[in-house]
């Protein structure tokens, strides 16, 4: 297993605005996940992408994963207040748990 | 079908006390994982369980933590004669056989230590 790491640590942002968060890993993997967790909340899967993908589309979500620099980036476009949250990467290896870091705190102001 | 279940959802403990939380997977699930967060943090992995067998530990305390994942009945972490620092959110998530990739999580339990 091994963590990722997001970054920043926190973003503030007006609504409407586009907001984009990053993570690095540091060894090679099958898949990468992108989860939110609202306040007290459990976590909630956003999307999966694979390895052998590059970008993937999901209603306002923009994921892209790059193998070759090991990262990968979350748009959330035009923003919603509703869109407050943490937001964790998990890149993950076959057979082996998820391990979280420490996430990115979006706050969305209307 | 019914999420992830965890309770109980608040749980208030003395130290020295034992702490026992419970969680019921999403049917016909098999995998389940136990995470601990401290406020203001990230979630820390503790342990992977499949039915009766726990697979991943390595998160897991030495001392005073166990859990267990039945063949019959709600996955147990139980935490024996609780300290301060035990006080967190304790989540619990599982994931289907064959498709061990997605998790899904429940509400969580908040451990309170006094």
């Known amino acids: 297993s091994q963590q990722g790491e997001e970054d920043p640590q926190a973003l503030s942002i007006q609504e409407g605005e586009n907001a984009t968060m990053n993570c690095s890993y540091k060894t090679s993997i099958n898949n990468l996940q992108w989860y939110r967790q609202n306040s007290g909340r459990g976590l909630v899967h956003l999307i999966l992408?694979?390895?052998?993908?590059r970008e993937k589309h999901s209603g306002r979500l923009r994921v892209t994963l790059d193998t070759s620099k090991k990262s990968s980036s979350l748009l959330i476009t035009a923003s919603r207040a509703a869109d407050t949250a943490s937001y964790f990467c998990a890149p993950n290896q076959a057979g082996t748990a998820l391990i979280f870091g420490k996430g990115t705190t979006l706050s969305v102001s209307s | 079908n019914a999420g992830v279940m965890q309770n109980p959802r608040h749980l208030v403990r003395r130290r020295g006390q034992e702490a026992r939380l419970r969680c019921s997977p999403m049917?016909?699930?098999?995998?389940v994982y136990w995470y601990r967060q401290l406020p203001e943090e990230g979630l820390k992995f503790m342990v992977y369980l499949q039915k009766e067998n726990i697979i991943d530990e390595s998160g897991m305390p030495k001392e005073r933590f166990s859990a267990e994942f039945p063949k019959e009945g709600p996955s147990i972490l139980r935490i024996q004669q609780v300290v301060r620092g035990d006080s967190a959110a304790y989540f619990c998530a599982s994931s289907p056989p064959g498709d061990w990739e997605k998790l899904f999580f429940g509400s969580g339990t908040q451990l309170s230590v006094l």
């Open positions: 992408i694979r390895s052998n993908e």
């Open positions: 049917k016909g699930h098999s995998h």
